[in-house]
């Protein structure tokens, strides 16, 4: 198994020295300057939008180092918000410092975009959903007789509108897209977008992991340049199957989260807060699946 660098999980950071702005189901954000943000990835989980209670150890350094990886593969695709400021230079103190170890990134500050721009190469999900009631996915029409899990002809770019906290993202069609962002920024984003889940499909597929869909966020820089931001390509934002136990027709092992939507699935729970705590097998095992997707994406 890879080393790493923290053993204690840590649901929440606490950074004395800078202020926090903002903290999603997943990450801490803090202001550094006029220029830079230090996002800390926890290693807290969501499901079904409600946090859960109990950390996946590892998960935040895993999800750090997998979107390092991406970031540093998809240079030549588009600019990326990593900065060369180092975490030593923004935390000072170690004793501070010590717990961001291998799951903080010093970054630039951008003009968020507020578009989740997804895409899909296999038909799952809330896709699989939307073709079952109208042989569509997003409005985009697709054959018939497709099974679960089945190859698409060709991926598909099905972008979504960036909610406010505490709501739902929701599904959007291009020409929505458009309105939100501009024309010229809507193609530039498609096209980046498919781009890089070719690229990075490419690449897992050689090592035996197939990347059925993901999502990736955007920002524009002072010259109105895009900038993929946030996370890339994780088992987070992505689902991974592996190859040797995929088939059209089931929803196949992952992995990502999916094992523990299934588990709370098998509850009785409402999906609404407060969520209930995970078994410790549930937690090892979950913590080995994103592990593994870390050793095999970057071997």
Not at 43 to 49: E, K, P, W
Not at 83 to 109: C, N, Q, Y
Not at 236 to 260: E, L, T
């Amino acid at each position: 198994m890879e080393q790493f660098s923290q053993t204690a999980p840590l649901f929440e950071s606490r950074i004395r020295s800078l202020k926090k702005i903002h903290q999603g189901k997943v990450r801490d954000i803090y202001d550094v300057d006029a220029e830079h943000l230090l996002i800390v990835t926890t290693d807290r989980l969501s499901a079904f939008d409600v946090v859960l209670p109990d950390p996946i150890p590892f998960k935040g350094e895993v999800l750090t180092r997998i979107s390092q990886f991406w970031f540093e593969k998809t240079r030549h695709i588009v600019a990326n918000h990593l900065s060369e400021v180092a975490l030593a230079d923004v935390i000072t103190d170690p004793v501070e410092r010590a717990p961001l170890v291998g799951r903080a990134m010093v970054v630039r500050k951008l003009n968020a975009l507020p578009i989740e721009a997804v895409v899909r190469g296999y038909l799952i999900g809330s896709g699989y959903k939307d073709y079952k009631l109208h042989g569509s996915v997003c409005g985009i029409a697709l054959p018939q007789g497709l099974q679960m899990a089945a190859r698409l002809p060709e991926p598909l770019f099905t972008p979504a509108f960036k909610a406010p906290a505490g709501q739902h993202d929701e599904n959007i069609d291009f020409e929505a897209m458009v309105r939100l962002v501009g024309g010229d920024h809507a193609a530039h984003i498609r096209r980046v977008a498919l781009e890089l889940y070719a690229f990075a499909a490419q690449h897992a597929l050689a090592r035996n992991i197939i990347i059925a869909d993901t999502k990736f966020e955007f920002g524009l820089d002072e010259a109105g340049d895009l900038v993929l931001i946030d996370e890339a390509l994780t088992p987070d934002s992505s689902r991974f199957w592996p190859v040797a136990s995929y088939k059209p027709g089931i929803s196949p092992p992952s992995f990502d989260k999916q094992f523990v939507r299934d588990y709370l699935e098998s509850l009785q729970w409402n999906k609404k807060p407060p969520a209930p705590h995970l078994p410790a097998d549930i937690l090892a095992r979950t913590s080995d699946n994103y592990r593994e997707a870390l050793r095999l994406i970057t071997a």
